[in-house]
Each structure stands twice: as structure tokens, then as C-alpha cells.
């Protein structure tokens, strides 16, 4: 049996170092692995509970209670939402050269977005930014507000940097008080309704069609139609011919 001073020396063996210089090349990749299994945790914890985030954000009971226009503040931000609410009422006054129809944004969002049954603006800004499948994007509150001016008015988009646009989204904004970020909105949109009564569209004895108070709506045909362009006029044409042809055989 060798004694103490017979064992060689493992420093002047090589034995340490051959074993420092592995764990030297090793340490590299304890690191990463450490760090992998770390983040991926992290990330894991994360997903996990967002869906929960969301079903306690999305399940909060929302009131219906927006703010009255006549409550608008008078300060500077007041006179931006005010100005906003205006674009909505009186958007043939206030946002003309932009729009391609007789329509005012209220025509849809009725009571200037306070109606519920009416595709409320309430909450809106709580939504915003969204995914939306008809252009595969992220689209923020401005992108919508110029999707309807160029859809459903018939018009063209608001410049980014546009006074009006920022005023109409200063306007939800300030409708969406109160609603928190995230949440889902029971009125959001417009419910289906029974079909309505297509003779009333039937032309009076004048010659005159009979669609609006005293025959003073927007027209639903031709070049100047104030319903919705594309699928919605072509639909709004058809069955306004149908209904025509339908009288005409009973006459």
C-alpha cells in the first residue's frame, strides 16, 4: 500500500485540471439549460394564467350607465370630446368632405352611440386594439372609426394625424369610462330583428317613395344611396325591386 507522499500529486498530474477544463466546457451549456428550463417555466406560468385573467375580467358585471353628452367637461379635453360627439350627430356638418353619402354616424349608432340596442359605442375603447378577420389585423379604435367612414359612409378614411379622427375617438374614450379594460359587453353590436315591411318602400301616388318621415330619408338606390355600400346597397336594391315587382303583379 502506497503512503500519503506516494499518491501523485493530482496538481502536478493533471488530474484537477483535466477536470476544471470540462466543467470549464460544460458550464456553457449548464447555463443555457438552466436558463431554458427557467424562461420556459416563466412563459408557462404566464399563458396559464391569462385565460384566467381574462374569464375574471371578461365575467365582471358591467352597468349600462355612460356619461350625458351634457356632461362633457369645458376644459380643453371637453372641447376634443365635444367635437367628437358632434362628428357623430352631425356628421354631414362637421365631417363632409370625408363622407360619400347622406348618412350620419348616428343613423347606425343611434342617440350618438348611447342607444344599447343600437350598436352602443359604450365600452368600445375597453375592446380596442382588436383582431378582426375582415383584414387579418390588429386594428385599433382609430382604424374602426375609419373603416366606417370609408365602409359604411361611403367616404374616405380620416388622415392619421386628423383632428376630427382623434375627437371621435376622444369621444368613446370618454363613453367607455368606467368599463374595464378587457371586458365583455352584452350590448356590443346590433341584435337580429324581425324583417321589416317592405311596402312601406313602395312609391305613393306622387311618383314619390315613401321610405322616411316625409319622404325625406336618404335614398337606398342609385349613385347618391345612403344605406351601406357594397353587399348591404346591392341587397337593399334587390329587395326594394322585389318588393316593386310584388305590387305591380297584385295591381
Given at each position: 500500500?502506497?503512503?500519503?507522499?506516494?499518491?501523485?500529486?493530482?496538481?502536478?498530474?493533471?488530474?484537477?485540471?483535466?477536470q476544471g477544463d470540462g466543467m470549464m466546457r460544460l458550464?456553457?451549456?449548464?447555463?443555457?439549460?438552466?436558463?431554458?428550463?427557467?424562461?420556459?417555466?416563466?412563459n408557462a406560468r404566464v399563458k396559464a394564467g391569462q385565460?384566467?385573467?381574462?374569464?375574471?375580467?371578461?365575467?365582471?358585471?358591467?352597468?349600462?350607465?355612460?356619461?350625458?353628452?351634457?356632461?362633457?367637461?369645458?376644459?380643453?379635453?371637453?372641447?376634443?370630446?365635444?367635437?367628437?360627439?358632434?362628428?357623430?350627430?352631425?356628421?354631414?356638418?362637421?365631417?363632409?368632405?370625408?363622407?360619400?353619402?347622406?348618412?350620419?354616424?348616428?343613423?347606425?349608432?343611434?342617440?350618438?352611440?348611447?342607444?344599447?340596442?343600437?350598436?352602443?359605442?359604450?365600452?368600445?375603447?375597453?375592446?380596442?386594439?382588436?383582431?378582426?378577420?375582415?383584414?387579418?389585423?390588429?386594428?385599433?379604435?382609430?382604424?374602426?372609426?375609419?373603416?366606417?367612414?370609408?365602409?359604411?359612409?361611403?367616404?374616405?378614411?380620416?388622415?392619421?394625424?386628423?383632428?376630427?379622427?382623434?375627437?371621435?375617438?376622444?369621444?368613446?374614450?370618454?363613453?367607455?369610462?368606467?368599463?374595464?379594460?378587457?371586458?365583455?359587453?352584452?350590448?356590443?353590436?346590433?341584435?337580429?330583428?324581425?324583417?321589416?315591411?317592405?311596402?312601406?318602400?313602395?312609391?305613393?301616388?306622387?311618383?314619390?317613395?315613401?321610405?322616411?318621415?316625409?319622404?325625406?330619408?336618404?335614398?337606398?338606390?342609385?349613385?347618391?344611396?345612403?344605406?351601406?355600400?357594397?353587399?348591404?346597397?346591392?341587397?337593399?336594391?334587390?329587395?326594394?325591386?322585389?318588393?316593386?315587382?310584388?305590387?305591380?303583379?297584385?295591381?
Open positions: 500500500m502506497k503512503g500519503e507522499k506516494d499518491r501523485p500529486d493530482p496538481l502536478e498530474s493533471g488530474t484537477v485540471l483535466a458550464l456553457p451549456t449548464i447555463l443555457w439549460v438552466t436558463l431554458l428550463l427557467g424562461c420556459s417555466g416563466e385565460p384566467q385573467m381574462t374569464d375574471q375580467v371578461g365575467n365582471v358585471a358591467i352597468d349600462f350607465a355612460p356619461p350625458s353628452p351634457e356632461t362633457i367637461p369645458g376644459s380643453q379635453m371637453g372641447e376634443q370630446i365635444r367635437l367628437g360627439y358632434e362628428i357623430v350627430v352631425n356628421t354631414q356638418e362637421y365631417a363632409k368632405p370625408y363622407v360619400g353619402n347622406r348618412l350620419n354616424c348616428t343613423n347606425c349608432h343611434l342617440d350618438g352611440g348611447l342607444n344599447p340596442n343600437a350598436a352602443s359605442f359604450v365600452g368600445l375603447a375597453a375592446v380596442y386594439p382588436e383582431y378582426r378577420s375582415r383584414n387579418d389585423r390588429v386594428n385599433t379604435l382609430a382604424d374602426r372609426v375609419n373603416e366606417c367612414m370609408q365602409r359604411s359612409l361611403n367616404g374616405k378614411v380620416f388622415p392619421p394625424d386628423s383632428s376630427k379622427l382623434q375627437a371621435v375617438v376622444a369621444y368613446i374614450t370618454w363613453l367607455s369610462s368606467g368599463v374595464p379594460s378587457g371586458a365583455k359587453i352584452p350590448w356590443r353590436g346590433l341584435q337580429l330583428i324581425r324583417d321589416g315591411d317592405l311596402s312601406i318602400l313602395l312609391p305613393t301616388s306622387s311618383g314619390r317613395c315613401r321610405h322616411g318621415r316625409e319622404n325625406r330619408a336618404p335614398a337606398i338606390i342609385g349613385e347618391r344611396h345612403g344605406l351601406f355600400r357594397d353587399e348591404h346597397a346591392l341587397c337593399s336594391a334587390s329587395r326594394f325591386s322585389v318588393a316593386s315587382n310584388q305590387q305591380s303583379a297584385v295591381n
